[in-house]
């Protein structure tokens, strides 16, 4: 466990900053590569295996590309392997007195492959950190209407235990606000996360009942309607945190703390247990 932590405090910031770095190091080996082959085609015969030990770094380079390009893009990774098996076939034919073009070209295209695959997968990466943060919002918005339920279930709950019924105009009006927020928030979320979507559409539906029930006034048939609202609006937030999550390890960033979120939320239940008490 502290060499993986050892590992992550030295790896840049995030995945898409580390396969930059990867792509300009094979963008430089391919440059690398091209000159080689242009001195290799201008040397004598007798001359060719000088040139063997500069194809074999540029081969140890190569791998050690491979290896750290393994974990984040298997398929540049790949690519880059061929390329390495070029390169050293090149340098067998060097250390022979003989020039080898071919493999010399064939580990620069094997390189491009990789550039372009990299391109791609950074690309993809970009895509998800706008995901993330667009999820961040997403979750702010959901937290603020978590917490104003609560508000309204705690005092529906109060109004619930009183012998005379009042009207509950104010509490119908704030119950129908979080409702059409709630809603807003499902159709925001029902691209990057349908499953909670689904959740707030629930949630969205069994508010529209408390409202019902709050404009009678019936108080305490609102509760059941609200706190199936409050269990939906939570599980909304665990698909929003799962999805988060799998972004973040995508970006090779650490995972959300969960066990504070649930936290914060057993608080604010045993908080309203407290008041209707």
Known sequence: ELAKAEQFAQ???????????????????????EHLKKETAETKSKDLPTKSPR???????????????????????????????????????LASSQNNPAAQQASIDALQRADQQLSQDIAQLEQAQKELAALEEMMQKLQAIIEEQQKVHVSTSKEAVKKEKEPLKELSGQQEKLGSDTGALQ??????????????????????????????P????????????????????????????????????????????????????????????
């Open 218 to 277: 019936e108080a305490a048939n609102a509760q059941p309607p609200q706190e199936g609202a409050l269990k939906d609006l939570y599980a909304a937030q665990r698909e929003m945190e799962k999805k988060m999550n799998e972004l973040r390890d995508q970006l090779g960033m650490a995972p959300m703390d969960n066990a504070q979120s649930l936290a914060d939320a057993q608080a604010l239940i045993e908080q309203a247990q407290r008041d209707v008490d």
């Open 187 to 216: 159709k925001e979320a029902s691209n990057p996360v349908p499953t909670a979507a689904a959740h707030l559409g629930n949630a969205q539906n069994k508010m529209g009942q408390a409202k019902g029930e709050l404009d009678k």
């Open 11 to 33: 790896a840049p910031e995030n995945a898409i900053e580390e396969l930059k770095q990867i792509q300009e190091q094979v963008r430089e080996l391919i440059k690398d590569e």
């Open 55 to 93: 194809q074999g770094e540029l081969k140890d380079t190569a791998q050690e590309l491979q290896q750290k390009a393994s974990d984040k893009s298997p398929s540049a990774a790949q690519s880059i392997n061929e390329a390495s098996s070029q390169m050293q076939k090149a340098q067998n034919s």
